[in-house]
């Protein structure tokens, strides 16, 4: 080995010393007295250690096609109005059906579904004059599918950043599954309620006994001197697409807290015009599936502002008010996994984690000295970098840290002297056989390198396909194990062969004491 | 390089005699060891007693999941499992009548330890039931009956039926993915019959493992899964070790008996084997009585795996390879 090479390589030692030191120094300084130029702490706690809440959502694509459909249909009915062409449109499951009330304007209700509803296609099947079946296209479904878990995504996200989360993470997972991480969050109970509400808004009338359809909803809570349950038309006149902006109000005397709809501007219109039309009847304000209340329209109301009011908390309405401004999921979603951990057991978890490290650690340090004396102290000087390197790696790489991940560090150092153990038992024997230091040094690391390597590679995959298979705390150790392999490779391999060489370049290596 | 190296025979023996250092040089040979020097335990000679009962181990791991099959965690069966702490020590029995009125599918109220206090409910979803009123019923209940600020709920694990039977499917995958990587990475970087007796040996530890989980009723969740396998990783990394050095004194001595071979070969990395061993069981055993609970079956798994997959390079990987080795002998003549 000639000595440049050998300062080169002292050269990237140290300047990885360096640098993960001073990259990792944010976690230990104190918050109030750290200088500026270290930066933020760069170790993310996973939610089991610091505490929070993991939920994944599954979001009910079908329903969401479904009511895709429901609102077609609507749709379809009051443009066939508009056209003069008079026709009544139910709607169940995944089938529209088109009632028309004269059979010659066939023809013109065919051509404006082909121009204007190119989602709908007629079913087989259908023989009579005056009655359509429809349906989406398969394609459409699929697209609807689509976009239900997209804009899911975004509802949700939107709340969360109304509710007002530090840090969350809201992904999506295989076709319809949506993980939601909220760290830290106090009341998980509360933002699951938040998250999961469909929040479809829907203004519809109280039956008068008219032809309208109808049907039969309950009451959100009992009120005295309220009905339990109300008789409303299907139709809906204004859903919750037409509201601008929502805020909770605080409570008044005569009532407690409400929420305060500010409707957009043709939301405004709408409003106006249906109050208009409909004097002296119950309006009923629906919100997923359930009637809120059901006043009496006593006149036109322009101004663009209606309320929900109820029996209320201040947190209920406040919360009611971030639905209603975020908008309605596209489709009902579900929780399917949750796992919350309360902070002090994420508290628990870290010092138990520490201590195990701390102890195992010094067992294997003191027990690497007394067997190996001099080449003990060096492998255990590879142990202390190969846990700094470890550390400065996962917060590089962004990786949070585990409860499994704390245990992937600590059987890493428990595993990471089989390195320097193989070669240091290689240069024994190699002594043994009579050798020079110098000879048995190098016949020592060559020798032992196949198996070193061999060995580290299949545990790597292991480590893979943990990655690929797991899921939250599992994937951490997975990658502690893996990010661990390959410091241990570097510092019990290439960092003490440095000191080595070093001490060969300068001829000070008389012996070898291991 | 200052020392010229002789490529035609690269594992040094007594031969090459132009490394040897002249007396003066040399160093004292007086190392701190566990083991006398040139040791030689017939191992191989006495493999067929333990091949015997490792079979009968086997057989009696399988017979486990039958009789006491494994303790599934609500990763891989679906439904709730919540941790929570009382202010004051109580009972299991205690607790499961405070929650007698809630009608809770197949309850169980484990202690969980902390003198008492801490305990872990655990109970199945039913069909169609919400899965996030739970943890807000179970709040309001102990509220009632034990006071308010009395108790803590620490954690609440929930998983739906249909992730759990994905995630045993997925589990069960990566096991055997896994199993045959291993196996056939072996083949490729060594021959076929290592990969086999590998592979082989990884069957047996993942048996036992399995086994001794059976028999203790350890909870197997994804974290568990996770040690298994790490086990299925450290038992290939033990066998290679020893391949490794066995492949090298085939090298230098081509025409000797394979099974003095793999005989001396063990008996050279067996200090090794006792140390790395030996340094890993240190940290396994901290882990496991200091971790926390909720470390324990993870670092039991961890330990158990060590040892049968120390144990299993020796006495399963090894005969399989000179099984394998004589009886295509046997073919070729």
């Known amino acids: 080995m000639n000595p440049g090479n050998v300062m080169v390589r002292l050269g990237i030692l140290l300047a990885l010393i360096v640098g993960s030191i001073i990259y990792l120094l944010p976690v230990v300084w104190p918050e109030d007295s750290k200088p500026s130029f270290l930066g933020e702490n760069p170790i993310h706690l996973g939610l089991d250690l610091r505490g929070g809440t993991h939920l994944l959502f599954t979001v009910d694509v079908d329903k969401g096609v479904e009511a895709n459909l429901a609102r077609t249909g609507e749709e379809l009915a009051r443009e066939a109005r508009a056209e003069s062409i008079p026709v009544t449109v139910t709607h169940e499951g995944m089938t529209l059906t088109a009632k028309l009330e004269a059979a010659d304007k066939r023809e013109a209700f065919d051509a404006m579904i082909s121009s204007r509803f190119p989602t709908l296609e007629m079913m087989p099947g259908d023989a009579s004059l005056d009655q359509v079946r429809l349906t989406f296209t398969k394609r459409d479904v699929e697209q609807i599918k689509r976009w239900a878990v997209e804009q899911s995504l975004e509802t949700i996200r939107n709340r969360i950043d109304q509710f007002g989360v530090a840090e969350p993470t809201i992904q999506r997972q295989g076709t319809n599954d949506i993980v939601v991480q909220l760290p830290g969050v106090q009341d998980p109970q509360r933002a699951k309620q938040l998250i999961g509400k469909t929040a479809v808004l829907e203004f519809r009338l109280v039956s008068d006994g008219g032809k309208e359809p109808t049907d039969k909803l309950t009451a959100a809570q009992p009120t005295a001197g309220a009905p339990t349950e109300y008789m409303l038309e299907k139709r809906v006149l204004m859903s919750g697409t037409a509201v601008a902006d929502a805020r909770m109000r605080p409570a008044t005397q005569l009532e407690g807290p409400y929420v305060e709809l500010i409707l957009s501007d043709s939301g405004a219109r709408d409003f106006e015009a249906l109050t208009g039309e409909n004097v002296g009847r119950n309006l009923a304000i629906v919100l997923d599936g359930k009637v809120f209340s059901a006043p009496v329209i006593r006149e036109r109301i322009g101004g663009g502002r209606a309320s929900i009011t109820g029996s209320f908390d201040i947190k209920e309405a406040r919360d009611l008010a971030i639905v209603l401004r975020a908008g309605a999921l596209p489709a009902p979603i579900r929780i399917i996994e949750e796992r919350t951990v309360g902070p002090s057991l994420g508290r628990d978890s870290i010092r138990q984690g520490i201590l195990s490290l701390a102890l195992g650690g010094l067992l294997v340090v003191v027990f690497m000295v007394w067997y190996y004396r001099g080449a003990g102290v060096l492998a255990d000087v590879a142990l202390a970098l190969n846990v700094l390197f470890l550390m400065a790696l996962l917060a590089a790489f962004g990786a949070t840290l585990t409860l499994p991940g704390i245990a992937g560090i600590v059987l890493t150092m428990g595993m990471a002297v089989d390195a320097n153990v193989l070669i240091n038992e290689r240069m024994r024997e190699e002594l043994r056989l009579g050798k020079t230091p110098r000879a048995a040094l190098e016949a020592g690391y060559e020798r032992a390198w196949a198996a070193i390597r061999d060995s580290n590679i299949t545990t790597f995959v292991s480590g893979l396909i943990l990655f690929q298979f797991g899921s939250g705390p599992v994937k951490g150790f997975a990658v502690t194990l893996c990010i661990g392999i390959i410091t241990t490779v570097f510092t019990a391999v290439f960092a003490t062969r440095v000191y080595y060489d070093l001490r060969l370049s300068q001829r000070r290596l008389a012996r070898l004491s291991v | ?333």
């Not at chain 2, 493999?47 to 965690?73: D, E, K, Q, W």
């Not at chain 2, 499917?169 to 291993?182: I, K, P, S, Y």
């Not at chain 2, 396998?229 to 085939?250: A, K, P, Q, Y």
């Open chain 2, 1 to 333: 390089m200052a020392e010229p190296r002789t490529k035609k025979s690269p594992r040094a023996g007594a031969a090459d005699t132009e490394k040897v250092a002249s007396p003066a040089a040399r160093q004292d040979l007086n190392f701190r060891t566990i083991l006398p020097r040139n040791l030689s335990i017939d191992f191989v000679g006495k493999r067929h007693i333990f091949v015997i009962l490792s079979t009968i181990l086997n057989l009696l791991a399988i017979a486990l999941f039958f009789i006491r099959p494994l303790n599934y965690g609500v990763d891989f069966t679906g439904g709730t499992s919540i941790r929570v702490r009382f202010a004051e020590p109580t009972t299991a029995s205690a607790v499961r009548d405070d929650l007698d009125n809630l009608d809770l599918r197949d309850l169980t109220v484990q202690d969980f330890g902390d003198q008492g206090r801490e305990f872990l409910l655990r109970f199945e979803i039913k069909e169609g039931e919400e899965m996030n009123s739970v943890s807000q019923t179970l709040s309001t209940l102990f509220n009632d009956k034990r006071g308010e600020g009395k108790f803590e709920i620490l954690s609440v694990e929930s998983v739906g039926p249909k992730v759990g039977a994905d995630l045993r499917r997925q589990g069960f995958l990566a096991v055997l993915v896994a199993t045959v990587f291993m196996g056939i990475y072996i083949a490729l970087r060594f021959e076929f019959s290592f990969g086999l007796g590998a592979v082989i040996a990884l069957v047996h530890d993942v048996l036992i493992t399995v086994g001794a989980l059976m028999l203790t009723q350890y909870a197997f969740d994804l974290t568990t899964l996770a040690a298994l396998l790490t086990v299925i990783g450290f038992s290939v990394h033990d066998t290679i070790i020893i391949s490794d050095r066995v492949r090298e004194n085939l090298r230098r001595n081509p025409k000797a008996d394979l099974a003095a071979v793999i005989n001396q070969s063990i008996n050279e990395t067996l200090s090794r084997t006792l140390l790395t061993t030996g340094t890993a069981l240190f940290v396994l055993i901290a882990l496991f009585f200091l971790g926390g609970m909720g470390l324990q079956p993870f670092a039991f798994t961890l330990l158990i795996g060590l040892i049968t997959g120390t144990y299993s390079t020796i006495y399963i990987a090894a005969p399989v390879v000179l099984l394998w080795s004589k009886s295509s002998r046997l073919a070729k003549s």
